[in-house]
């Protein structure tokens, strides 16, 4: 038998070390070569690591959430052959774009020299210890002795009288923490749902009290990208003076539109509102160039955009994910809604590529019909601003008549939240912006004109 030293590769350029995810092995499995071993996290997407040879499993580096460094063992595997191995410093990822899955080594490989002496090896990096060797390390933990019964020192209890009832009654008493030992059966001996009723009613006024239902604590840990959204979070709030802005919009005539754009739809993917919000987000931009930008505070420099790539905040399984449509601003409105689904689409099932996920200027962030009153959201940094539309809600508005007065309407209204950078955008700004967005919106027809 050999060993087999699997180190973690190269996995993007100006990479230095990556998180564990998860483990697809541990300790004692056999793995087949390509079988997946692990999920690396960069600070650019998540990688799949794939084993370059087959064997058992016999050491592993750290527990999820753990960080290795490139070139570290990340595994070691007992292999069929006689000589020690190692391999992993040279591999390189099949796919350059960052996607899942690496390829074989540049390099089989490399039998150990037994003429070369021990010290000349130079030191390998291993930032973390092999749980193999730990646990070969580790003491044994003693097991204490347990005492012999002693005859006569522990009577047997009487058996005690079986109680009927069924199972739907059985987990209902469980959930309510009665003892059906106590609950008296109205007939045949069998205990119903009325008996527990009866009980619950004529010991309510003694102080019974359900058994408490509370969950035990749970502990978890932040690691991966649950990590990720949690440390730009705290950098966000803590590097940037936010300030919002919220505006109501009537949004009667659009969503008349956007049904009537959708009756005649075709093969077409469905309008929602997102599509119309960013077309008109879109044509309002290039007159407040300063909310299309993003801000280096460490260099001092603020770059302002002329093409809007805008992310999309989307909920996935994982946690947050912003992936981006590149160029908004030269999409119809079916196109913005079919980039809309397949990103979203990508975001959710994983599959979403480096570059879908960076690179936006400008992000929408919005949570549909769970969307609220009004939103404070945080920006995505080193985007200077961040747009949220609201909850659509109807409320009887005074409109005009057409004949010089008014009258009472119900119409269909939205806030519109918008939080701002303010070292870079002005309060004024803000509110400008978003009230030229408004009249887009509340005249929908000029998103479709020229």
């Given amino acids: 038998m050999g060993k087999f030293i699997f180190r973690l590769p190269d996995i993007g350029e100006g990479i230095a070390e ?40 016999i ?15 990340l595994v070691v595997i007992e292999t069929e052959g006689e000589d020690d191995a190692e391999a992993g410093a040279e591999q390189k990822p099949s796919h350059p774009s960052g996607g899942r899955g690496l390829g074989e080594a540049d390099a089989g490989p490399a039998p150990s020299t037994a003429a070369e002496p021990e010290a000349q090896q130079p030191p390998l990096p291993n930032p973390l210890p092999l749980k193999g060797e730990r646990e070969k390390t580790a003491p044994p933990t003693p097991t204490p002795a347990q005492p012999e019964p002693v005859e006569g020192r522990a009577p047997t209890p009487a058996p005690q009288a079986k109680v009927l009832a069924s199972p739907a009654v059985r987990q209902r008493a469980k959930e309510l923490g009665i003892d059906l030992a106590q609950v008296r059966p109205s ?11 009866q009980f619950l009613a004529y010991n309510a006024a003694g102080g019974y009290r359900p058994a408490s239902v509370a969950r035990g604590d749970e502990v978890i840990k ?21 300030f919002s802005y919220v505006e109501e919009c009537d949004v009667t005539a659009l969503e008349a539109m956007r049904a009537q754009l959708n009756s005649a739809r075709g093969d077409k993917p469905k309008l929602t509102m ?11 931009l290039p007159r407040f160039p300063m909310l299309n930008a993003r801000y280096d505070d460490e260099a001092g420099v603020v770059t302002r955009h002329g093409a809007v790539h805008l992310g999309m905040a989307t909920q996935t399984p994982a946690g947050l994910m912003v992936p981006v449509i590149r160029d908004a601003q030269d999409r119809n409105l079916w196109q913005l809604a079919a980039e809309i689904v397949r990103l979203a689409e990508a975001a959710r099932n ?21 969307g609220g009153v009004a939103t404070t959201p945080v920006i995505n940094r080193p985007e200077v601003a961040i747009i949220g ?39 004024w700004d803000a509110a400008s912006f978003v009230q030229e967005v408004k009249k887009l919106i509340e005249t929908p027809v000029l998103l479709l004109a020229d």
Avoid: Q, Y
């Fill in 18 to 57: 990556a998180e564990i995810v998860a483990w697809h092995v541990k300790i004692g499995d056999r793995i087949e070569e390509d079988g997946r071993v692990a999920d690396m996290m960069t600070d650019k997407a998540t990688v799949e690591m794939e084993s370059p040879v087959s064997g058992v499993v």
């Fill in 389 to 427: 539309p609201n909850r659509i809600v109807e409320r009887p508005m005074f409109v005009p008549d057409g004949m010089g007065g008014e009258r009472i309407e119900k119409r269909k209204l939205m806030n519109i939240s918008i939080s701002c950078d303010h070292r870079v955008v002005d309060g």
């Fill in 187 to 197: 007939e045949e001996g069998r205990i119903r749902h009325a008996d527990l009723d």
């Fill in 274 to 284: 997102l599509p119309l919000l960013i077309a008109a987000i879109c044509r309002t």
């Fill in 59 to 73: 050491e592993v580096a750290g527990d999820v959430g753990d960080v290795v460094a490139i070139g570290s063992p």
């Fill in 350 to 370: 994983g599959t979403a590529k480096s570059e879908e996920l960076s690179g936006s200027t400008l992000t929408v962030t919005s949570l549909g019909p769970l």
């Fill in 222 to 242: 932040v690691i991966g990208l649950r990590r990720r959204i949690a440390e730009n979070m705290a950098a966000s709030k803590r590097n940037i003076p936010h």
